[in-house]
């Protein structure tokens, strides 16, 4: 049985908590979060965990694994706290909204043995992982281009955008990961370009809502990447992999398979605009990574090597907006 | 170069006149057609074909080959006549309202070495043959069942209800037609039922307007139809052939390929509503078959004997649906 | 904290069970299960349920609901047990392969209150209920036709076809079913004839493994179904309702969103093939009726009478098959 | 009746002259091509065209207007000549591969009231006319971005990539018009970058196989452009306008419509990989504005200045490639 603590009692650790409690070995016996809410209690109850601060949690041997799904700027403090543990620690991205502090806890995990696992779900989606093992295989030929498409549902309160680190930190990250993902290879440079066209408020903050990338990896292969704070129709996350001798699509889910038909024409679902739905099996299968991690020591698919580079990444399409210009990514440090 | 005579200058004898014109070894040198009317004489123009009557061209030594696309009623006398003169011969379906008449002129046939072929153009549509060449050539199994859907965009006029024969031997004469051709055997039995559920009038006229059928091949296979005379999206026109190993499915061809999506979904084309359009490559290339058989000799994929037996088959569909039990088609005669 | 008891932790009990689990205010205290099996003893594990016998949990003043989930010879003294006393209890379909005790049962419970529940979860699948809704809400018109297709993946075991009842009454029941549900009145003829394509031994069995139907409503509406127990691609599930105004289609659900395109065009997934994934959400809202008709005593979707419907319509096609003609439903008792 | 003369009788020549052919108001009278060719022959025999010189054409006052389609180096120099004539023109874009000279070429155009209709044909697409229409019209917004792709179904031989003028000049031009169709306003910002990832041959010829590009209008839209030699399925012609409320794309023809499903999912067509094919309705289309043009004076979709500005944009395409940053498209002259 695998003693884990949970840091942050939010949505998205909701999640990875419901899941974890499906799995007969695995145990939530304490939660870190200081806001009580609905939701922290509910959980409470339903796990029989305890509640506790991070502290206390750090220092009780019976403890085996940590969750860290609490708000961004706690990543980077119990990071550093957990690497000096040496027990098994999954965290939700970003690391920090700080590069500095980002390669720091790098640093700091690269001086132990502490095994880490990054949070980036859409590497355990199904459509996504075939994808990639096509790629892998060869077997289609070299990868020519991708292009991804993310846009969300509705824009965010201006609020979340403020601490959010902005459309390329907080949303275009998975993208970013994405491409190292598929292309297995890093990238070397990004040229991004963007504007806000669909709320004025997100503009007033100092941010943009739509973004265009256009990255190029080491071995030449073009990417290209919108992001969007809103679509007409919902959420929109799709991605097409050219490769020399076939093309992949991962399509959007439908929220539901009624099709109507009259004069008009036909009329289908639109996507799931929940992303949580999205990527359910998703979230299912990270967690169950994390439970190979810390039981049978399974690397993950997601590292932290990856949480940094994808944040590199990001950093360089900031810069590259504010230059104007297309930015080397090995000059970002 | 063939000089061809084309009795009637309506709808379709318009469609297969122009087809014939882009051929540089078919030329349409007479018309029959007592009716004056824009179309026709559109057609004498363009074509420089002249306006003649039947015996006339029945005697004309120079015509070598004639195309009946007049209406129904006269489509046996001008088939008897036909018969005797030799020379190769289209006639458009349904050969007579009356099955006595339609035996009648395959008997003259039969005593003949005239070459006739019938105006079934969906065996020349490429879904449609594909399917077939799909179907003989085994790879997929034995063909368990067939679904087929036709329904029209809108009701006709009750005038043309009344003389056309009525919905089985006016539309599902194709459908009919289609299982002989994709089956390559005989129907033995066939149950229909129907209603008037679409238009009240039809109904008064003596016909239903929506049939539901069953029937039951050589072998045992499996086929259902449904014929109406109304859909509220546009023509339907869609089969699905079920085998033991592969489905195949020919689709409706959409109007356009414009999709819109917002907050109620997504919004795509519906069907072609205009039969003519959709069959046009079918026609075009039926009139390909008219030629090989006229120059060529070579057997065209609808013989006189597959009017027949298509007619056989909404007779047989006319008589269950009067006693409510399935017919056996070798009753019919 | 309703406290229930299950008969049967075979797959479709565990499915029930599970969802009931997720429940906080309900509680699986008792599982009869005469056959040990790993299923049965993780499901008592995971619900810390007591293994008990049927007569002991019908005597226990302490259970307060009867989900019923065993072997369909058992359903009907169950049923009758369960009626006598007076507490809410779900049954899977069907109630019993003979209707001489279907009809029984139902009397049985006529003479109560007692409140029972039919399992035909497709009532609940989001998809059908909003074509229910449209259908009922008038505002496309009325329903002209109906077509639906069943088919499963693969054939079962000839032990199972041998005990199943047959197609009509083990798979073709839940559209039997469906048709009433849409309709919203009764279907008054079942004409049905099918064959043995798929599986010789079903047909060795006495059993077909394709069925053809034809069914008439009250108000004239046409329904035609189609069932058979396999199909090249996977479980095929899918209906067309055509309303004056506007069709709706209930599509399959893929099994993935990836999609591949090379020369020989674009290839995407064949529907989830396990009809638990693809009704996961129908049986959910199942059981949450069936604590809302517990706990508050709403009606379910599907009641007994409904139960006996459907099997006088899988009575009614039996007979037809046997006879080569239409039955009136009525004259099936 | 509108006389005409036709320079180029090649492959888009044929496609223009058949158009006018079946206009019983346009009639072909002179054909310039100095090459002999099956092709030309069979353009002559059914044009009943005489075969001429440049020079003669122009001095023949029985001439009412000329279609230019000939290889590219001889349009400036055709053009110069026929804005003399005040007689009207279309001509195949593009106008030069020296910008010089397309400015040139405009400026002659500019001191006579000849009038003049340049070759984007996709202009008069039905699918992009109705987009243009939809956005004009302001019912969904404002647009927020457009992203194109183009691939052909398979790279030109290299001959032709050297003559071309290269991938921005050659096929990305009909992508340039199109943002300026559909936006109805300038691009004010290029950036392209590419690779040879496809033909090693191209990218020895100095030329890429694969662009990305990123623009800007004046209002702040933003658009993404792909355009490579090849794509493993054929020919791919996609766009997707997405706007505040509502977002519209033009997807692909299928070039057949069966589908056929089994174990491995369900596969169907790839999209129609000749472009003559997709863009039929658009050139019949094309044909009648320049009719319109000729006769009624009526304005056509495609100006001359429209073939300026969409060079304008390919210019700068190239010096962003060459110079890896974004190009102020004002500064191209």
């Known amino acids: 049985m695998t003693r884990l603590a949970?840091?942050?009692?939010?949505?998205?650790?909701?999640?990875?908590?419901?899941?974890?409690?499906?799995?007969?070995?695995?145990?939530?016996?304490?939660?870190?979060?200081?806001?009580?809410?609905?939701?922290?209690?509910?959980?409470?109850t339903r796990s029989q965990a305890r509640l506790d601060d991070a502290e206390s949690i750090f220092s009780d041997p019976d403890i085996d694994a940590y969750l860290i799904a609490s708000p961004t700027d706690t990543h980077a403090p119990l990071l550093r706290r957990a690497a000096g543990t040496g027990k098994p620690v999954f965290c939700e991205k970003p690391i920090s909204l700080d590069?500095?502090?980002?390669?720091?806890?790098?640093?700091?995990?690269?001086?132990?043995?502490?095994?880490?696992?990054?949070?980036?779900?859409?590497?355990?989606?199904?459509?996504?992982?075939?994808?990639?093992?096509?790629?892998?295989?060869?077997?289609?030929g070299r990868v020519q281009h991708i292009v991804m498409h993310t846009r969300d549902p509705s824009p965010p309160p201006v609020s979340y955008v403020k601490s959010s680190g902005g459309l390329f930190r907080d949303q275009a990250i998975h993208d970013f990961d994405m491409t190292r993902y598929l292309l297995g290879e890093e990238i070397t440079s990004v040229f991004a370009t963007g504007n806000c066209l669909i709320a004025p408020e997100i503009g007033e903050a100092g941010d943009i809502d739509t973004a265009m990338m256009t990255l190029r990896s080491e071995s030449g292969s073009l990417v290209?990447?919108?992001?969007?704070?809103?679509?007409?129709?919902?959420?929109?996350?799709r991605?097409?992999?050219?490769?020399?001798?076939?093309?992949?699509?991962?399509?959007?889910?439908?929220?539901?398979?009624?099709?109507?038909?009259?004069?008009?024409g036909f009329t289908s679902s639109g996507p799931i605009s929940d992303f949580i739905a999205r990527f359910a099996q998703a979230y299912r299968a990270e967690m169950e990574a994390f439970r190979d991690m810390i039981v049978q020591g399974r690397p993950p698919l997601a590292t932290l090597r990856d949480g940094v580079e994808a944040q590199r990444l990001a950093e360089a399409a900031a810069l590259s907006l504010k230059t104007g210009r297309p930015v080397d990514v090995a000059s970002v440090r």
Chains 1, 2, 3, 4 share one sequence.
């Open 6 to 44: 949970l840091f942050g009692a939010g949505r998205i650790g909701q999640v990875h908590a419901r899941n974890l409690m499906t799995m007969p070995d695995m145990k939530l016996v304490a939660i870190a979060d200081p806001v009580a809410s609905p939701a922290r209690e509910d959980l409470l």
């Open 99 to 140: 590069f500095r502090q980002v390669v720091d806890v790098a640093e700091a995990f690269s001086r132990t043995d502490t095994r880490i696992m990054l949070g980036f779900q859409r590497r355990y989606d199904p459509d996504f992982m075939q994808v990639r093992e096509e790629i892998r295989s060869g077997r289609s």
């Open 224 to 237: 290209q990447m919108i992001n969007a704070r809103h679509a007409a129709f919902g959420y929109d996350q």
């Open 239 to 264: 991605l097409e992999a050219v490769c020399a001798e076939r093309v992949f699509y991962v399509a959007n889910h439908p929220a539901h398979h009624l099709v109507s038909a009259d004069a008009r």
